[in-house]
């Protein structure tokens, strides 16, 4: 196993992060090395192991004393997540702190008329903070025959921790999951009769709703059990995610502008740095005081200064409740069919 040395299991703190290789996931494991060089174990769980090991270098260039393991796994393969999670039942007897960071929007689409009718009006702001109006995607469907946004978002990060209870579940220890969603996140995208999007042009801002309501009935089932869900949004947050919804050339044109916004709204955070900001906050919150139906957003002032504030967001219990059940009832069907 890459990286991974007998004898580190009963470290301090085990702290694993999907979607650690780039973007906002490698810039929060950067901050947390930084602020507990000692007693932590990093692991980085992704899909991509030779991006893996990069990552892994550049963080012990900085780091050099650093535990840092390496995972593969693929949320939207269900055999690499039923495999992953064996892994780290292995490697670990407890597990402090999983983030659920991983994610994709494939094809994003943009309706450019709708874009520059929104750069000259009143939307701007809320059309660049949330993509709302001007994206749509076009989603595929794995392996597994599951639609793949919702697999890689949601679905796979869901059978991760619940393959994980055992190490996140303690009467004597808080444990924390903590999801990476959006303000792309609208009740208006998601169908609780479609909750995987087969239907839909929107299925990131679906799955991301679905986190959202996803986090409360985790909140509801495993309190009692020592595991606490949060959801987090890190902002406007320039990534490998945003590049590929419009070519280079207009990006390196807008970003002044972005700069300028930022002086007026503090959600443009722009560097996964700041992105990070939420998930770094939580990190030093006791999960107990964190409120289950708001969601943590990072922001960053004109001057580049960062802080988090909560915000209600647009769920509820009962819906909550149907999703989980639903979950359930997928999650016995694809254990069924691989023989899991």
């Given at each position: 196993v890459v990286g991974f040395q007998p004898g580190l299991t009963k470290m301090k703190l085990v702290v694993l992060v999907t979607g650690a290789n780039s973007g906002i996931g490698l810039a929060l494991c950067g901050r947390l090395l930084s602020e507990v060089p000692e007693g932590l174990q990093l692991c980085l769980a992704c899909r991509n192991m030779h991006r893996a090991e990069v990552a892994r270098s550049a963080l012990l260039t900085s780091h050099p004393t650093a535990h840092i393991t390496l995972l593969q796994m693929d949320t939207s393969s269900i055999s690499s997540v039923i495999k992953a999670a064996q892994e780290v039942r292995l490697r670990y007897e407890h597990l402090d702190y999983l983030y659920l960071n991983a994610g994709i929007m494939p094809n994003p689409q943009l309706d450019v008329k709708a874009f520059f009718k929104g750069l000259f009006s009143s939307r701007i702001i809320s059309m660049f903070a949330t993509g709302e109006g001007i994206l749509t995607q076009q989603d595929n469907v794995t392996s597994d025959g599951l639609q793949e946004v919702f697999a890689t978002n949601l679905f796979g990060h869901f059978l991760f921790a619940r393959e994980l209870e055992p190490l996140l579940c303690h009467t004597h220890r808080s444990s924390q999951l903590i999801w990476t969603s959006s303000s792309n996140a609208h009740r208006s995208a998601f169908d609780l009769e479609d909750m995987q999007h087969r239907r839909g042009t929107q299925p990131y801002s679906s799955s991301k709703y679905a986190s959202d309501l996803l986090s409360l009935a985790l909140n509801t089932r495993y309190n009692k059990q020592g595991l606490y869900s949060s959801v987090i949004c890190p902002g406007f947050v320039m990534t490998n995610l945003t590049y590929n919804i419009l070519p280079s050339f207009l990006w390196t044109l807008l970003?002044?502008?972005?700069?300028?916004?930022?002086?007026?709204?503090?959600?443009?955070?722009?560097?996964?740095?700041?992105?990070?900001?939420?998930?770094?906050?939580?990190?030093?919150q006791k999960p107990e005081s964190l409120d289950p139906y708001a969601k943590y957003h990072s922001l960053t002032s004109g001057l580049g200064k960062n802080y988090t504030e909560p915000k209600k967001m647009d769920i509820d219990l009962e819906m909550s409740e149907l999703l989980y059940k639903k979950l359930l009832i997928l999650e016995s069907h694809v254990k069924k069919k691989n023989s899991l």
């Open positions: 970003m002044p502008i972005f700069w300028l916004i930022r002086v007026f709204t503090h959600t443009f955070t722009l560097t996964p740095y700041n992105g990070a900001e939420a998930l770094f906050c939580l990190f030093k």
